[in-house]
T-cell receptor, first 115, second 115 residues
Framework: QQQVKQSPQSLIVQKGGISIINCAYENTAFDYFPWYQQFPGKGPALLIAIRPDVSEKKEGRFTISFNKSAKQFSLHIMDSQPGDSATYFCAASRGSNFGNEKLTFGTGTRLTIIP | EAQVTQNPRYLITVTGKKLTVTCSQNMNHEYMSWYRQDPGLGLRQIYY???????DKGDVPEGYKVSRKEKRNFPLILESPSPNQTSLYFC??????????????FGPGTRLLVL
């Protein structure tokens, strides 16, 4: 059972455009939502993360929008650049006093930025 | 340089031949985890560890074992590998900040082929 559903599977965006990747989750106990970026041949790297006490978090050109009632969150990449071409994974976990017990990933979105 | 190292990076083996993939981090992180990455399935957590001698199952633990005898090392053991364990494996580590991992550092990955 896929607890975090990610869409689209692949995305092509023109340079300078806005890339939007969406995720939906089922477990209402999730309270930590990170996004990871992975380049070919490399391990994933944490890009940006949000907790449900805020509806939006922005770091440079990257923004997470979070909708707790809809159980959805999305990644927006403004002014997309060819260097942003990578696979992006959303994830969710249930925090505790000891840390995230299980980090559940979406299936990934392959983003290609074309000139 | 802060990093997570994995060895070997590539491995071809046969069904039933026990193998160990090592993972080591030099950042004094409490939390360590193993993931497998398969096309169309994204990253799935195999096992994780909150600290020395504390381990727990992720989403796909069957056929795998781990141990955490030292803080820096978190080996993944396949006692009797099978072809369905052919995959790309990632180790990750993080500090625990207020009970949640703010940044997870991933290793470079180990590509395993079981014949």
């Amino acid at each position: 059972q896929q607890q975090v559903k990610q869409s689209p599977q692949s995305l092509i965006v023109q340079k300078g455009g806005i890339s939007i990747i969406n995720c939906a989750y089922e477990n209402t106990a999730f309270d930590y939502f990170p996004w990871y970026q992975q380049f070919p041949g490399k391990g994933p790297a944490l890009l940006i993360a949000i907790r449900p006490d805020v509806s939006e978090k922005k770091e440079g050109r990257f923004t997470i929008s979070f909708n707790k009632s809809a159980k959805q969150f999305s990644l927006h990449i403004m002014d997309s650049q060819p260097g942003d071409s990578a696979t992006y994974f959303c994830a969710a976990s249930r925090g505790s006093n000891f840390g995230n017990e299980k980090l559940t990933f979406g299936t990934g979105t392959r983003l290609t930025i074309i000139p | 340089e802060a990093q997570v190292t994995q060895n070997p990076r590539y491995l071809i083996t046969v069904t039933g031949k026990k193998l160990t993939v090592t993972c080591s981090q030099n950042m004094n992180h409490e939390y360590m985890s193993w993931y497998r990455q398969d096309p169309g399935l994204g990253l799935r957590q195999i096992y994780y560890s909150m600290n020395v001698e504390v381990t727990d199952k992720g989403d796909v633990p069957e056929g795998y074992k781990v141990s955490r005898k030292e803080k820096r090392n978190f080996p993944l053991i396949l006692e009797s590998p099978s072809p369905n364990q052919t995959s790309l494996y990632f180790c990750a580590s993080s500090l625990l900040d207020r009970g949640l991992p703010e940044t997870q550092y991933f290793g470079p990955g180990t590509r395993l082929l079981v014949l």
